[in-house]
């Protein structure tokens, strides 16, 4: 069983930053890929980044290459999307998200596929 809580959500203007972070509960959370998703207001949940169980692995939807970073502590069980020049179209909700599957099978790219999901928390960008 993995928990997961997410905090650093807010609002912040245009071309700020923000850096969210998702804590892990569970022992077998060092061997998962994790993701952060979000939603957003009438929108269907798109995968913004993931990252697999030694960090070496990461994917980024292309608009947000560039822009933002994911990253994983496993000593502290948590993982990070650091968010740089943020728009008013990143306004959502995100999430992170656990799967047990093996990173080259892909199966990232499908919220289906998870495992565990955190409440989520709220990005609001102003324009």
């Known amino acids: 069983q993995v928990q997961l809580v997410e905090s650093g959500g807010g609002l912040v203007q245009a071309g700020g930053s923000l850096r969210l972070s998702c804590a892990a509960s569970g022992r077998t959370f060092k061997s998962y890929t994790m993701g952060w998703f979000r939603q957003g207001p009438g929108k269907e949940r798109e995968l913004v980044a993931a990252i697999d169980w030694s960090g070496g692995n990461t994917y980024y939807a292309d608009s947000m290459k560039g822009r933002f970073t994911i990253s994983r502590d496993s000593a502290k069980n948590t993982v990070y999307l650091q968010m740089n020049s943020l728009k008013p179209e990143d306004t959502a909700v995100y999430f992170c998200?656990?799967?047990?599957?093996?990173?080259?099978?892909?199966?990232?790219?499908?919220?289906?596929?998870?495992?565990?999901w955190g409440q989520g928390t709220q990005v609001t960008i102003s324009s």
């Open positions: 998200a656990a799967d047990s599957r093996a990173w080259y099978s892909g199966s990232y790219h499908d919220p289906h596929n998870y495992d565990y």
